[in-house]
Each structure stands twice: as structure tokens, then as C-alpha cells.
């Protein structure tokens, strides 16, 4: 079986914020122990601007991202050290890979990175992803590793994507509000209602939180992945997801119609630049006759955009129902070229 593994920053360092060696290596033996049952494995970690800022002796953690990514290009080098110190002893070879969204935005760096990861398992190498944030633009960035996790898991084809956190899973409610919350073993389907009640970023060390996660496991779900969102703390807790063991965590359930490739490259790896709002008419033809948008359709555009930019396609209430890349830029859709195309159906994603 394929897994990817992700941890995440507060889960990995110590309530200075410093790396936690012991952390990782015990993260590192359950990868070793998924290994020597025969499963390929891909880690992806943060850590990087926590491994970095030691060095720097800041009395506080610095906000301004250039100093962030400066903290990260010195970190990277220190957190794989600890990683392949980690898998060394388990007689396992590390491979860094530094990806950033243009990998997945731009076809050719797409398959470039596929072949990559592929050549890497192929020759048995653990390969440790990461977010390329010492030089990543801080308009076209991941944002978290939960969602860079998602996608290359979608990337490789994985059987299961494992989010390892600091609760057990997905519960009812915040349990630092509500006492009673508890453990939501599994989940069919991630909607928007589910997402706003995960809330926002978990700890002031991750950049995710509970929200992150379910995104990302929509992500994997509609890439025909089963997602487990577990408490990176649990014993056995990668082997045990990945067995399907009840209780280990939050599983999503993979859905059953999987989006292409590049649909769900389209949805859920590119960002929106504006959005455009369609009459009814047009809602219908692209929902239910998998027609093309034409301008005709169009009643408002919101945004300034390019061709081939990515953005929302929004109904006459405001509601989102599709993303699709431009033919057109907004300025001359706005114009109202009447016939002419906006986003051709094999560009365009009906939101699930």
C-alpha cells in the first residue's frame, strides 16, 4: 500500500518551539515499521522555520515573512539532518523534496515531480517533503502542509493519507470550549458546515488547525484517498490507520466518483484570482449539460484576471458551484463580448 504521512510543526517541537528530536524519531520508527510490512511510505513535514530560528536568537518569533524564510533556508538543512539521523537507525535512507505550487500549477513541473517521487520509492528511499518557504511567493504559496500532503498524495495515487495532529481526530466541538465534545470516528462526506465549525489555526507553531485537515481530506477524498486525521502522540498510530483500526482517529471516506486529474488539479490546487456570476440559464447548461461558459452568461465579474487565471463560478444568489480557467481576461468579459467563450468545459470543475 502507498501512504502518505504528514506531521505537522506544534507536533514535532516542544512548548519552547524548539525541535523535538525524540518527536520525530518516534514518528520516523512507525514509518520504519510501515515499511518492513511491505507498504511504500512519503513523509511530509514542517518544521523548517522552528528548526531555523535557534540559530537566529530572536527574543520572540519574528512576523515578517522574509525573516521567516530566511529562518526556514537555515532550518531545512537541520531538520533533515534530524530526519535521516531518525532513519538511519532503522537502516532507511532519507530524500528531501521541496515543492511549491508552481509544481502542481504548471503540467511539465507536475510530472517532473511525480517521476521524482516515483524513482525515489522505487529505489527504496523514504522520501520527506516539504513547502519550499525560503524562496515560496507569499501570494502563490500552499498556506499548510495539510493541503500540500493531499495533494501529492493525489500526485502518486496513495491508498491513504494519514494527518497527524496534536488531538485525536475530528471531534464535535473545540474541546477547550465545550467539555463534552468527542470523537467523530468517521466521515462520509466533508461539507462547509463541518469546516466552519473546525475553526481556524490549532497552535501559534502550526499554520493549519482542524480546518486544514478537513480541507485537505476533501482534497483526498475526491482523489479516491482515505484520509485518518489522528493524534501524532498515539502509539502505533500510522500502522493502526493504516490497518483501519476503529478509534484511531477521524477517518473521510474516499468518494466514490473520483475527479480527473487535472479537474482536481483545477479545483483544488490553483487559486482563484476573481470570480464570475452566471444567470440561471447558464448555471443549468454547465451543471446539467456539461456545456461550455460563454460571456452571454455572465452577469457580473468581480476580480481583475488574466487568461488561464483560475476563478470561482458563482450563481445568482452568491453561491459557488464551479472554478474554471479563463479564456478571457476580465477586463474584456466585463466589456460584455456577448458570444464569445470564457471557460471552455474541459477547464471548468463543477464543485463537488
Known sequence: MRVVAKIGTSSITDAGGAIDEGAIDKFCTEVAALRAQGHQVVVVTSGAIAAGLPSLSFAERPRDPVTLQAASAIGQSRLLRVYDAAFARHGLVAGQLLLAPLDFIVRQQYLHARATLERL????????????????????????????????????????????????????????????????????????????????????????????????????????????????????VLADAVAGVPGVGTTVLPQDR?????????????????????????????????????????????????????????????????????RLPSREIAAGARDQLVVHRDDLVVLP
Open 121 to 236: 520509492l522505487e529505489l527504496g528511499v523514504v522520501p520527506v517533503v516539504n513547502e519550499n518557504d525560503a524562496i515560496a511567493d507569499d501570494e502563490i504559496r500552499f498556506g499548510d502542509n495539510d493541503r500540500l500532503a493531499a495533494l501529492v498524495a493525489h500526485l502518486l495515487h496513495a491508498e491513504v493519507l494519514v494527518l497527524l495532529t496534536d488531538t485525536e481526530g475530528v471531534l464535535t466541538a473545540d474541546p477547550r470550549l465545550d467539555d463534552t465534545a468527542s470523537l467523530i470516528e468517521e466521515i462520509v462526506e466533508v461539507d462547509h458546515d463541518l469546516e466552519r465549525r473546525a475553526g481556524g489555526t490549532g497552535t501559534v507553531r502550526g499554520s493549519g488547525g482542524m480546518a486544514s485537515k478537513l480541507r485537505a481530506a476533501k482534497i483526498a477524498a475526491w482523489s479516491g484517498v482515505r484520509a485518518v486525521v489522528a493524534a501524532a502522540h498515539r502509539d502505533r
Open 258 to 326: 473520483r475527479l480527473p486529474a487535472r479537474k482536481l488539479w483545477i479545483a483544488f490546487a490553483v487559486g482563484s484570482t476573481g470570480s464570475l456570476t452566471v444567470d440561471d440559464g447558464a448555471r443549468r447548461a454547465l451543471v446539467e449539460a456539461n456545456r461550455s461558459l460563454l460571456a452571454a452568461g455572465v452577469s457580473a465579474v468581480d476580480g481583475v484576471f488574466d487568461v488561464q487565471d483560475a476563478v470561482e463560478v458563482r450563481d445568482a444568489t452568491g453561491a459557488v458551484f464551479a472554478k474554471g480557467l479563463v
